[in-house]
């Protein structure tokens, strides 16, 4: 069973960079699609951005793209979210998830995917 681990998270102003990474263990991601979630206080958890096990596909939600950057290393078992452009609005927990790759991919369903990790707070001041 493959555990995830988050870090990276912080208090930042906004308009600063934010690097989130992801750590698994007890299995290799290399096969696994992966995806990072976030939960914002009072809301529910909404998908972020995912990517294929090989890198070739990636996914990014309206509210993200263009200022987010999802990439994974299957070498170090790691996947990251480089986070730019950083708004109040993107005040939430982030979460990775992995999902066993084959089938049809849906990445911005969270049923889809087997493995969460415990997440990692990122806040934004104005």
């Known amino acids: 069973q493959v555990q995830l681990a988050e870090s990276g998270g912080g208090l930042v102003q906004a308009g600063d960079t934010l690097r989130l990474s992801c750590v698994a263990s007890?299995?290799?991601?290399?096969?696994?699609?992966m995806g990072w979630f976030r939960r914002a206080p009072g809301k529910e958890r909404e998908p972020v951005s995912a990517i294929r096990r090989d890198g070739g596909n990636t996914y990014y939600s309206n509210s993200v793209a263009g200022r987010f950057t999802i990439s994974r290393d299957n070498a170090k078992n790691a996947l990251y979210l480089q986070l730019n452009s950083l708004k109040p609005e993107d005040t939430a927990v982030y979460y990775c998830?992995?999902?066993?790759?084959?089938?049809?991919?849906?990445?911005?369903?969270?049923?889809?995917?087997?493995?969460w990790g415990q997440g990692t707070q990122v806040t934004v001041s104005s």
């Open positions: 007890g299995g290799t991601i290399d096969l696994y699609d």
């Open positions: 998830a992995a999902k066993l790759s084959g089938g049809t991919w849906s990445p911005d369903s969270t049923r889809q995917y087997d493995y």
